[in-house]
């Protein structure tokens, strides 16, 4: 088999399949060198350009032929087939094949530009927002109950976080531990969240649409600085 070389050294569990992960920051890989081309000798001659491969996609449709190399070649997340064809001067076919599996590697960055077309783990982005630019960089908000409560309402969206991926965001939501255990409202959004006199750890989470995640946290401090009334 002239695609067994190639298939070996690939090194996935899968059968007949070279498994790579996504190139960052793109959502494929991008494959570089000679090595998944094959080579072929016959009796009778191998004209020029008569070893080729085409692509299928997953669903076998035909998505590139007659192509005589691999090298600079961009893969799409999931499967795509190779199917190598060498055709001597007498018209005598043979055939070999191997799937190339490209698993999504990188997991969404919370902070970086989200709006970034080029490269989405731009981590130096001024619309970025991360945990710690939220609290400046000392991890913790202190904040004054609201009068005559016990708890303070945050009623904005500044405590919230944003991030980018490569294959694009399916979430982003919160959860509250320590001196608050309830999310008021919406997980996506701090806005109209009750915080309880104490600490209050946030919890962000950032999840891709492979299910890749990211996370950051911050604490919420809530003081009482109302003295009692005799």
Not at 17 to 27: F, S, W
Not at 89 to 103: A, H
Not at 177 to 195: D, E, H
């Amino acid at each position: 088999d002239l695609c067994a070389r190639i298939i070996a050294e690939g090194g996935s569990s899968i059968p007949s399949t070279v498994e790579v992960g996504t190139t960052e920051p793109n959502n494929f890989y991008h494959h570089e060198g000679p090595n998944w081309n094959i080579t072929a000798s016959d009796n009778a001659g191998i004209p020029r350009d008569s070893i080729y491969c085409n692509l299928y996609d997953m669903h076998g449709n035909l998505i590139a032929s007659h192509i005589t190399t691999l090298d600079g070649r961009d893969f799409e997340i999931g499967t795509t087939t190779v199917l190598w064809i060498v055709v001597d001067n007498s018209g005598n076919r043979d055939t070999c094949s191997f799937v190339v599996y490209v698993r999504d590697d990188d997991p969404p960055c919370i902070g970086c530009d989200p709006n970034d077309p080029t490269d989405p783990f731009n981590p130096v982005s001024p619309s970025g927002i991360s945990c710690s630019r939220i609290t400046s960089g000392d991890g913790t908000i202190n904040v004054p109950a609201d009068p005559g409560l016990t708890y303070y309402q945050h009623n904005d969206n500044t405590w919230n976080v944003t991030a980018n991926d490569n294959s694009g965001i399916a979430s982003i939501t919160y959860t509250v531990s320590g001196a608050t255990t309830i999310v008021n409202g919406l997980s996506s959004t701090l806005n109209g969240q009750r915080f309880n006199v104490g600490t209050t750890t946030v919890t962000w989470v950032a999840t891709d649409i492979y299910g890749l995640t990211d996370t950051c946290t911050f604490n919420v401090y809530v003081y009482d600085n109302e003295p009692p009334e005799i």
